[in-house]
């Protein structure tokens, strides 16, 4: 095996781009808060049939999706760090978007979601 065939073998870094500037990527701290889904209905806006998403929630009554989260950007060209929402698409593969203002909080007898919201109390005083 030659050394170019070894160097091409090598996993790619996830890439990130600022949603304000598409050509510019952007690196996080790694801190990565996952997403909590509390309803059914939160289930069926991504994709699951109404039946389905009713079973995965009786069984599962707070689901942590692998493939969204929360964490904290910065952007050279903006020159801020921001809170953005990511969904992986593939290892490399994400899109961000700018996370959601802090809302209400939906309890749930065994746990609180986090779904859409800023972790402000447990992050870095850069939040905006």
């Given at each position: 095996?030659t050394?170019?065939?070894?160097r091409?073998?090598r996993?790619q870094?996830?890439?990130?781009?600022?949603?304000?500037?598409?050509?510019?990527?952007?690196e996080?701290?790694?801190?990565?808060y996952?997403?909590h889904?509390?309803t059914p209905?939160?289930?069926?806006?991504?994709g699951m049939d109404?039946?389905?998403?009713?079973?995965?929630?009786?069984?599962?009554?707070?689901l942590m999706?692998?493939?969204?989260?929360?964490?904290e950007?910065?952007?050279p060209?903006?020159?801020?760090s921001?809170?953005?929402?990511?969904t992986?698409?593939?290892?490399?593969d994400?899109t961000?978007?700018?996370?959601?203002?802090a809302?209400p909080?939906?309890?749930?007898?065994d746990?609180?979601?986090?779904?859409?919201?800023?972790p402000s109390s447990?992050?870095?005083?850069?939040m905006s």
């Open positions: 095996m050394t170019s065939s070894r091409n073998r996993p870094r996830r890439q990130l781009f600022c949603p304000a500037h598409p050509e510019q990527p952007i996080g701290n790694g801190q990565k996952f997403l889904l509390l209905e939160q289930l069926r806006e991504r109404h039946r389905k998403a009713h079973l995965v929630i009786e069984a599962y009554p707070v999706l692998s493939d969204e989260w929360l964490e950007l910065f952007c060209q903006c020159g801020t921001r809170w953005c929402h990511i992986k698409h593939s290892r490399v994400h961000v978007r700018w996370a959601a203002q809302g909080i939906r309890s749930h007898p746990s609180v979601s986090t779904a859409g919201l800023q447990l992050s870095s005083p850069l």
